[in-house]
């Protein structure tokens, strides 16, 4: 079992940045994958940035490319997702997760069976 707990969510105004954090209790497995998704209201989840412990890529989504940034501690089993020029539509839960989905599934909720609780993100005109 993993445990993976969020912070650093809050309320910030459009334009504003805000660093998210995600502390997993162990690394599943040294391939496993590390994501972020969000949640808005009424929405489906969506995949926001994940990367693989064993490689330097990291991938976004289209809606979030050159604004966030994802990156890791592996001594602390920690994921960071920077978000800059935030936009009202990113406003959401978001949530951290890991896996071990092959790399065509590196987008889809599905394949990743560790979920922490979520933290809200709130982005005001």
């Known amino acids: 079992q993993v445990h993976l707990v969020e912070s650093g969510g809050g309320l910030v105004q459009a334009g504003d940045s805000l660093r998210l954090t995600c502390t997993a209790s162990?690394?599943?497995?040294?391939?496993?994958?590390m994501a972020w998704f969000r949640q808005a209201p009424g929405k489906e989840r969506e995949f926001v940035a994940a990367f693989r412990w064993t490689t330097d890529n990291t991938y976004y989504a289209d809606s979030v490319k050159g604004r966030f940034t994802v990156s890791r501690d592996s001594a602390k089993n920690t994921m960071y997702l920077q978000m800059n020029s935030l936009k009202l539509e990113d406003t959401a839960v978001y949530y951290c997760a890991t896996g071990r989905p092959i790399l065509s599934a590196l987008r889809l909720s599905s394949a990743y069976y560790y979920w922490g609780q979520g933290t809200q993100v709130t982005v005001s005109s």
């Open positions: 162990a690394r599943t497995n040294r391939d496993a994958a």
